[in-house]
């Protein structure tokens, strides 16, 4: 309990003279947030600095951890409550180099029972809150938004990590609002209100050896979204996609191409697509579906999908 409130704090401390600080690159300067005041018994509310917190700017961050601006690490039973606060990434002046080495927002790495809610998060360079070997963690009222053209800022990434939940949450980003990737598994997603971005994504897979099980996405609205529910897997890789259900999904595909399942030569299996009505936005044109060695079944679905193979 300790280290969680201390955790907490180094983030509400930090950020005064985060700018100034960071700058100098001592990565081994320590802000002992007891020494500022803090009690951290696990009781006593320590949090007094309300507000916002920015990032330094691009110019500022000459050295010290390149990966990202908050890393948590290797704590359990973490709860964070942003309290409506903000984080702000301050990305703007990375977007333009996009092959530069970029930092995420929020690393959560190794902890276990997490739970974050109330937080506002807007332009991290990269991805905003990325998950990583976690198992059990709740995100809820959490607001991300960066604008729909800033390249690679993911609103979550979520990797090798198991019975992950994230829900009531808006999520406006130029890349995918929540992306699964490799060795995750129980990841339940529900209440969310993505776009602009490219969808909730899973993936890609492939590019080693990865597994991903058990993902529920229920409830989420897509609005100027590139893609909604996409499985990416890298091509020519054999990657067994199967058991992938598509249920009660209604609304417009802009260029009318409203159904890819395009799974290579290993095939995929067990595609149920049920009570699915997507139109095109084309005046006068009907939407389509499009399948490449895709085995499954479509009921009360519009585009029919008659390519499903048995
Ligand atoms: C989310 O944050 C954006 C940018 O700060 C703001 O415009 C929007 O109103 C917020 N949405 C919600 C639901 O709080
Ligand atoms: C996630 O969804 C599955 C399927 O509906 C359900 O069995 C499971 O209890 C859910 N997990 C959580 C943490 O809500
Ligand atoms: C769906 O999510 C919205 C928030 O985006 C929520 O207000 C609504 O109650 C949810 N509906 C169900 C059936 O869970
Ligand atoms: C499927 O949709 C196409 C295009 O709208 C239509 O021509 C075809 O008759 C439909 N097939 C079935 C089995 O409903």
Redesign the pocket.
Known sequence: MQSLITCVLIIAFISPCLCHRWNVGTQNTIYNVIDFGAVGDGKTDDTQLQGVIVAPTKDAWVEGNLNTLIMISNVNGLTIDGSGGLIDGYGSAWWACKSCPRPSVLIINSCNSVSVTNLNMINSPKSHIHVNGCEGATFSHINISAPGDSPNTDGFDISTSKNIMIEDSTIATGDDCIAISGGSSYINVTGIACGPGHGISIGSLGKKFDTVQEVYVRNCSFIRTTNGARIKTFPNQAVEVSDVTYRGIHGTSLDGRAITLDCGESGCYGIVLDQINIVSCLTGK?ASCFCNNAHGTATATN??C?CLLP
């Open positions: 009907s585009p029919n008659t």
